[in-house]
């Protein structure tokens, strides 16, 4: 049903604003310069290398969060 599931998803959204979930993702763009624009590929795929590495430590949080 689309209303619940819009229900359940604005309630999670409400949840999560006030939520104390923080998780730290550092990419590491070594010989990049944020003036490099045509590397954005570059860019991309060391940023989600970089979020790869904390997903778990973000989703444990999350799944903390929910349960308190």
Not at 8 to 31: D, I, W
Not at 47 to 58: S, V
Request: hydrophobic share 40%.
């Amino acid at each position: 049903n689309d209303s619940l599931t819009a229900i359940y998803n604005n309630l999670a959204v409400e949840r999560m604003k006030h939520a104390q979930v923080e998780v730290k993702v550092t990419p590491e763009f070594r010989n990049l310069h944020w003036s490099d624009f045509d590397k954005v590929e570059e860019f991309v795929k060391i940023g989600e290398t970089a979020m790869k590495a904390k997903i778990r430590l973000l989703k444990e949080k999350v799944s903390l969060f929910q349960k308190g």
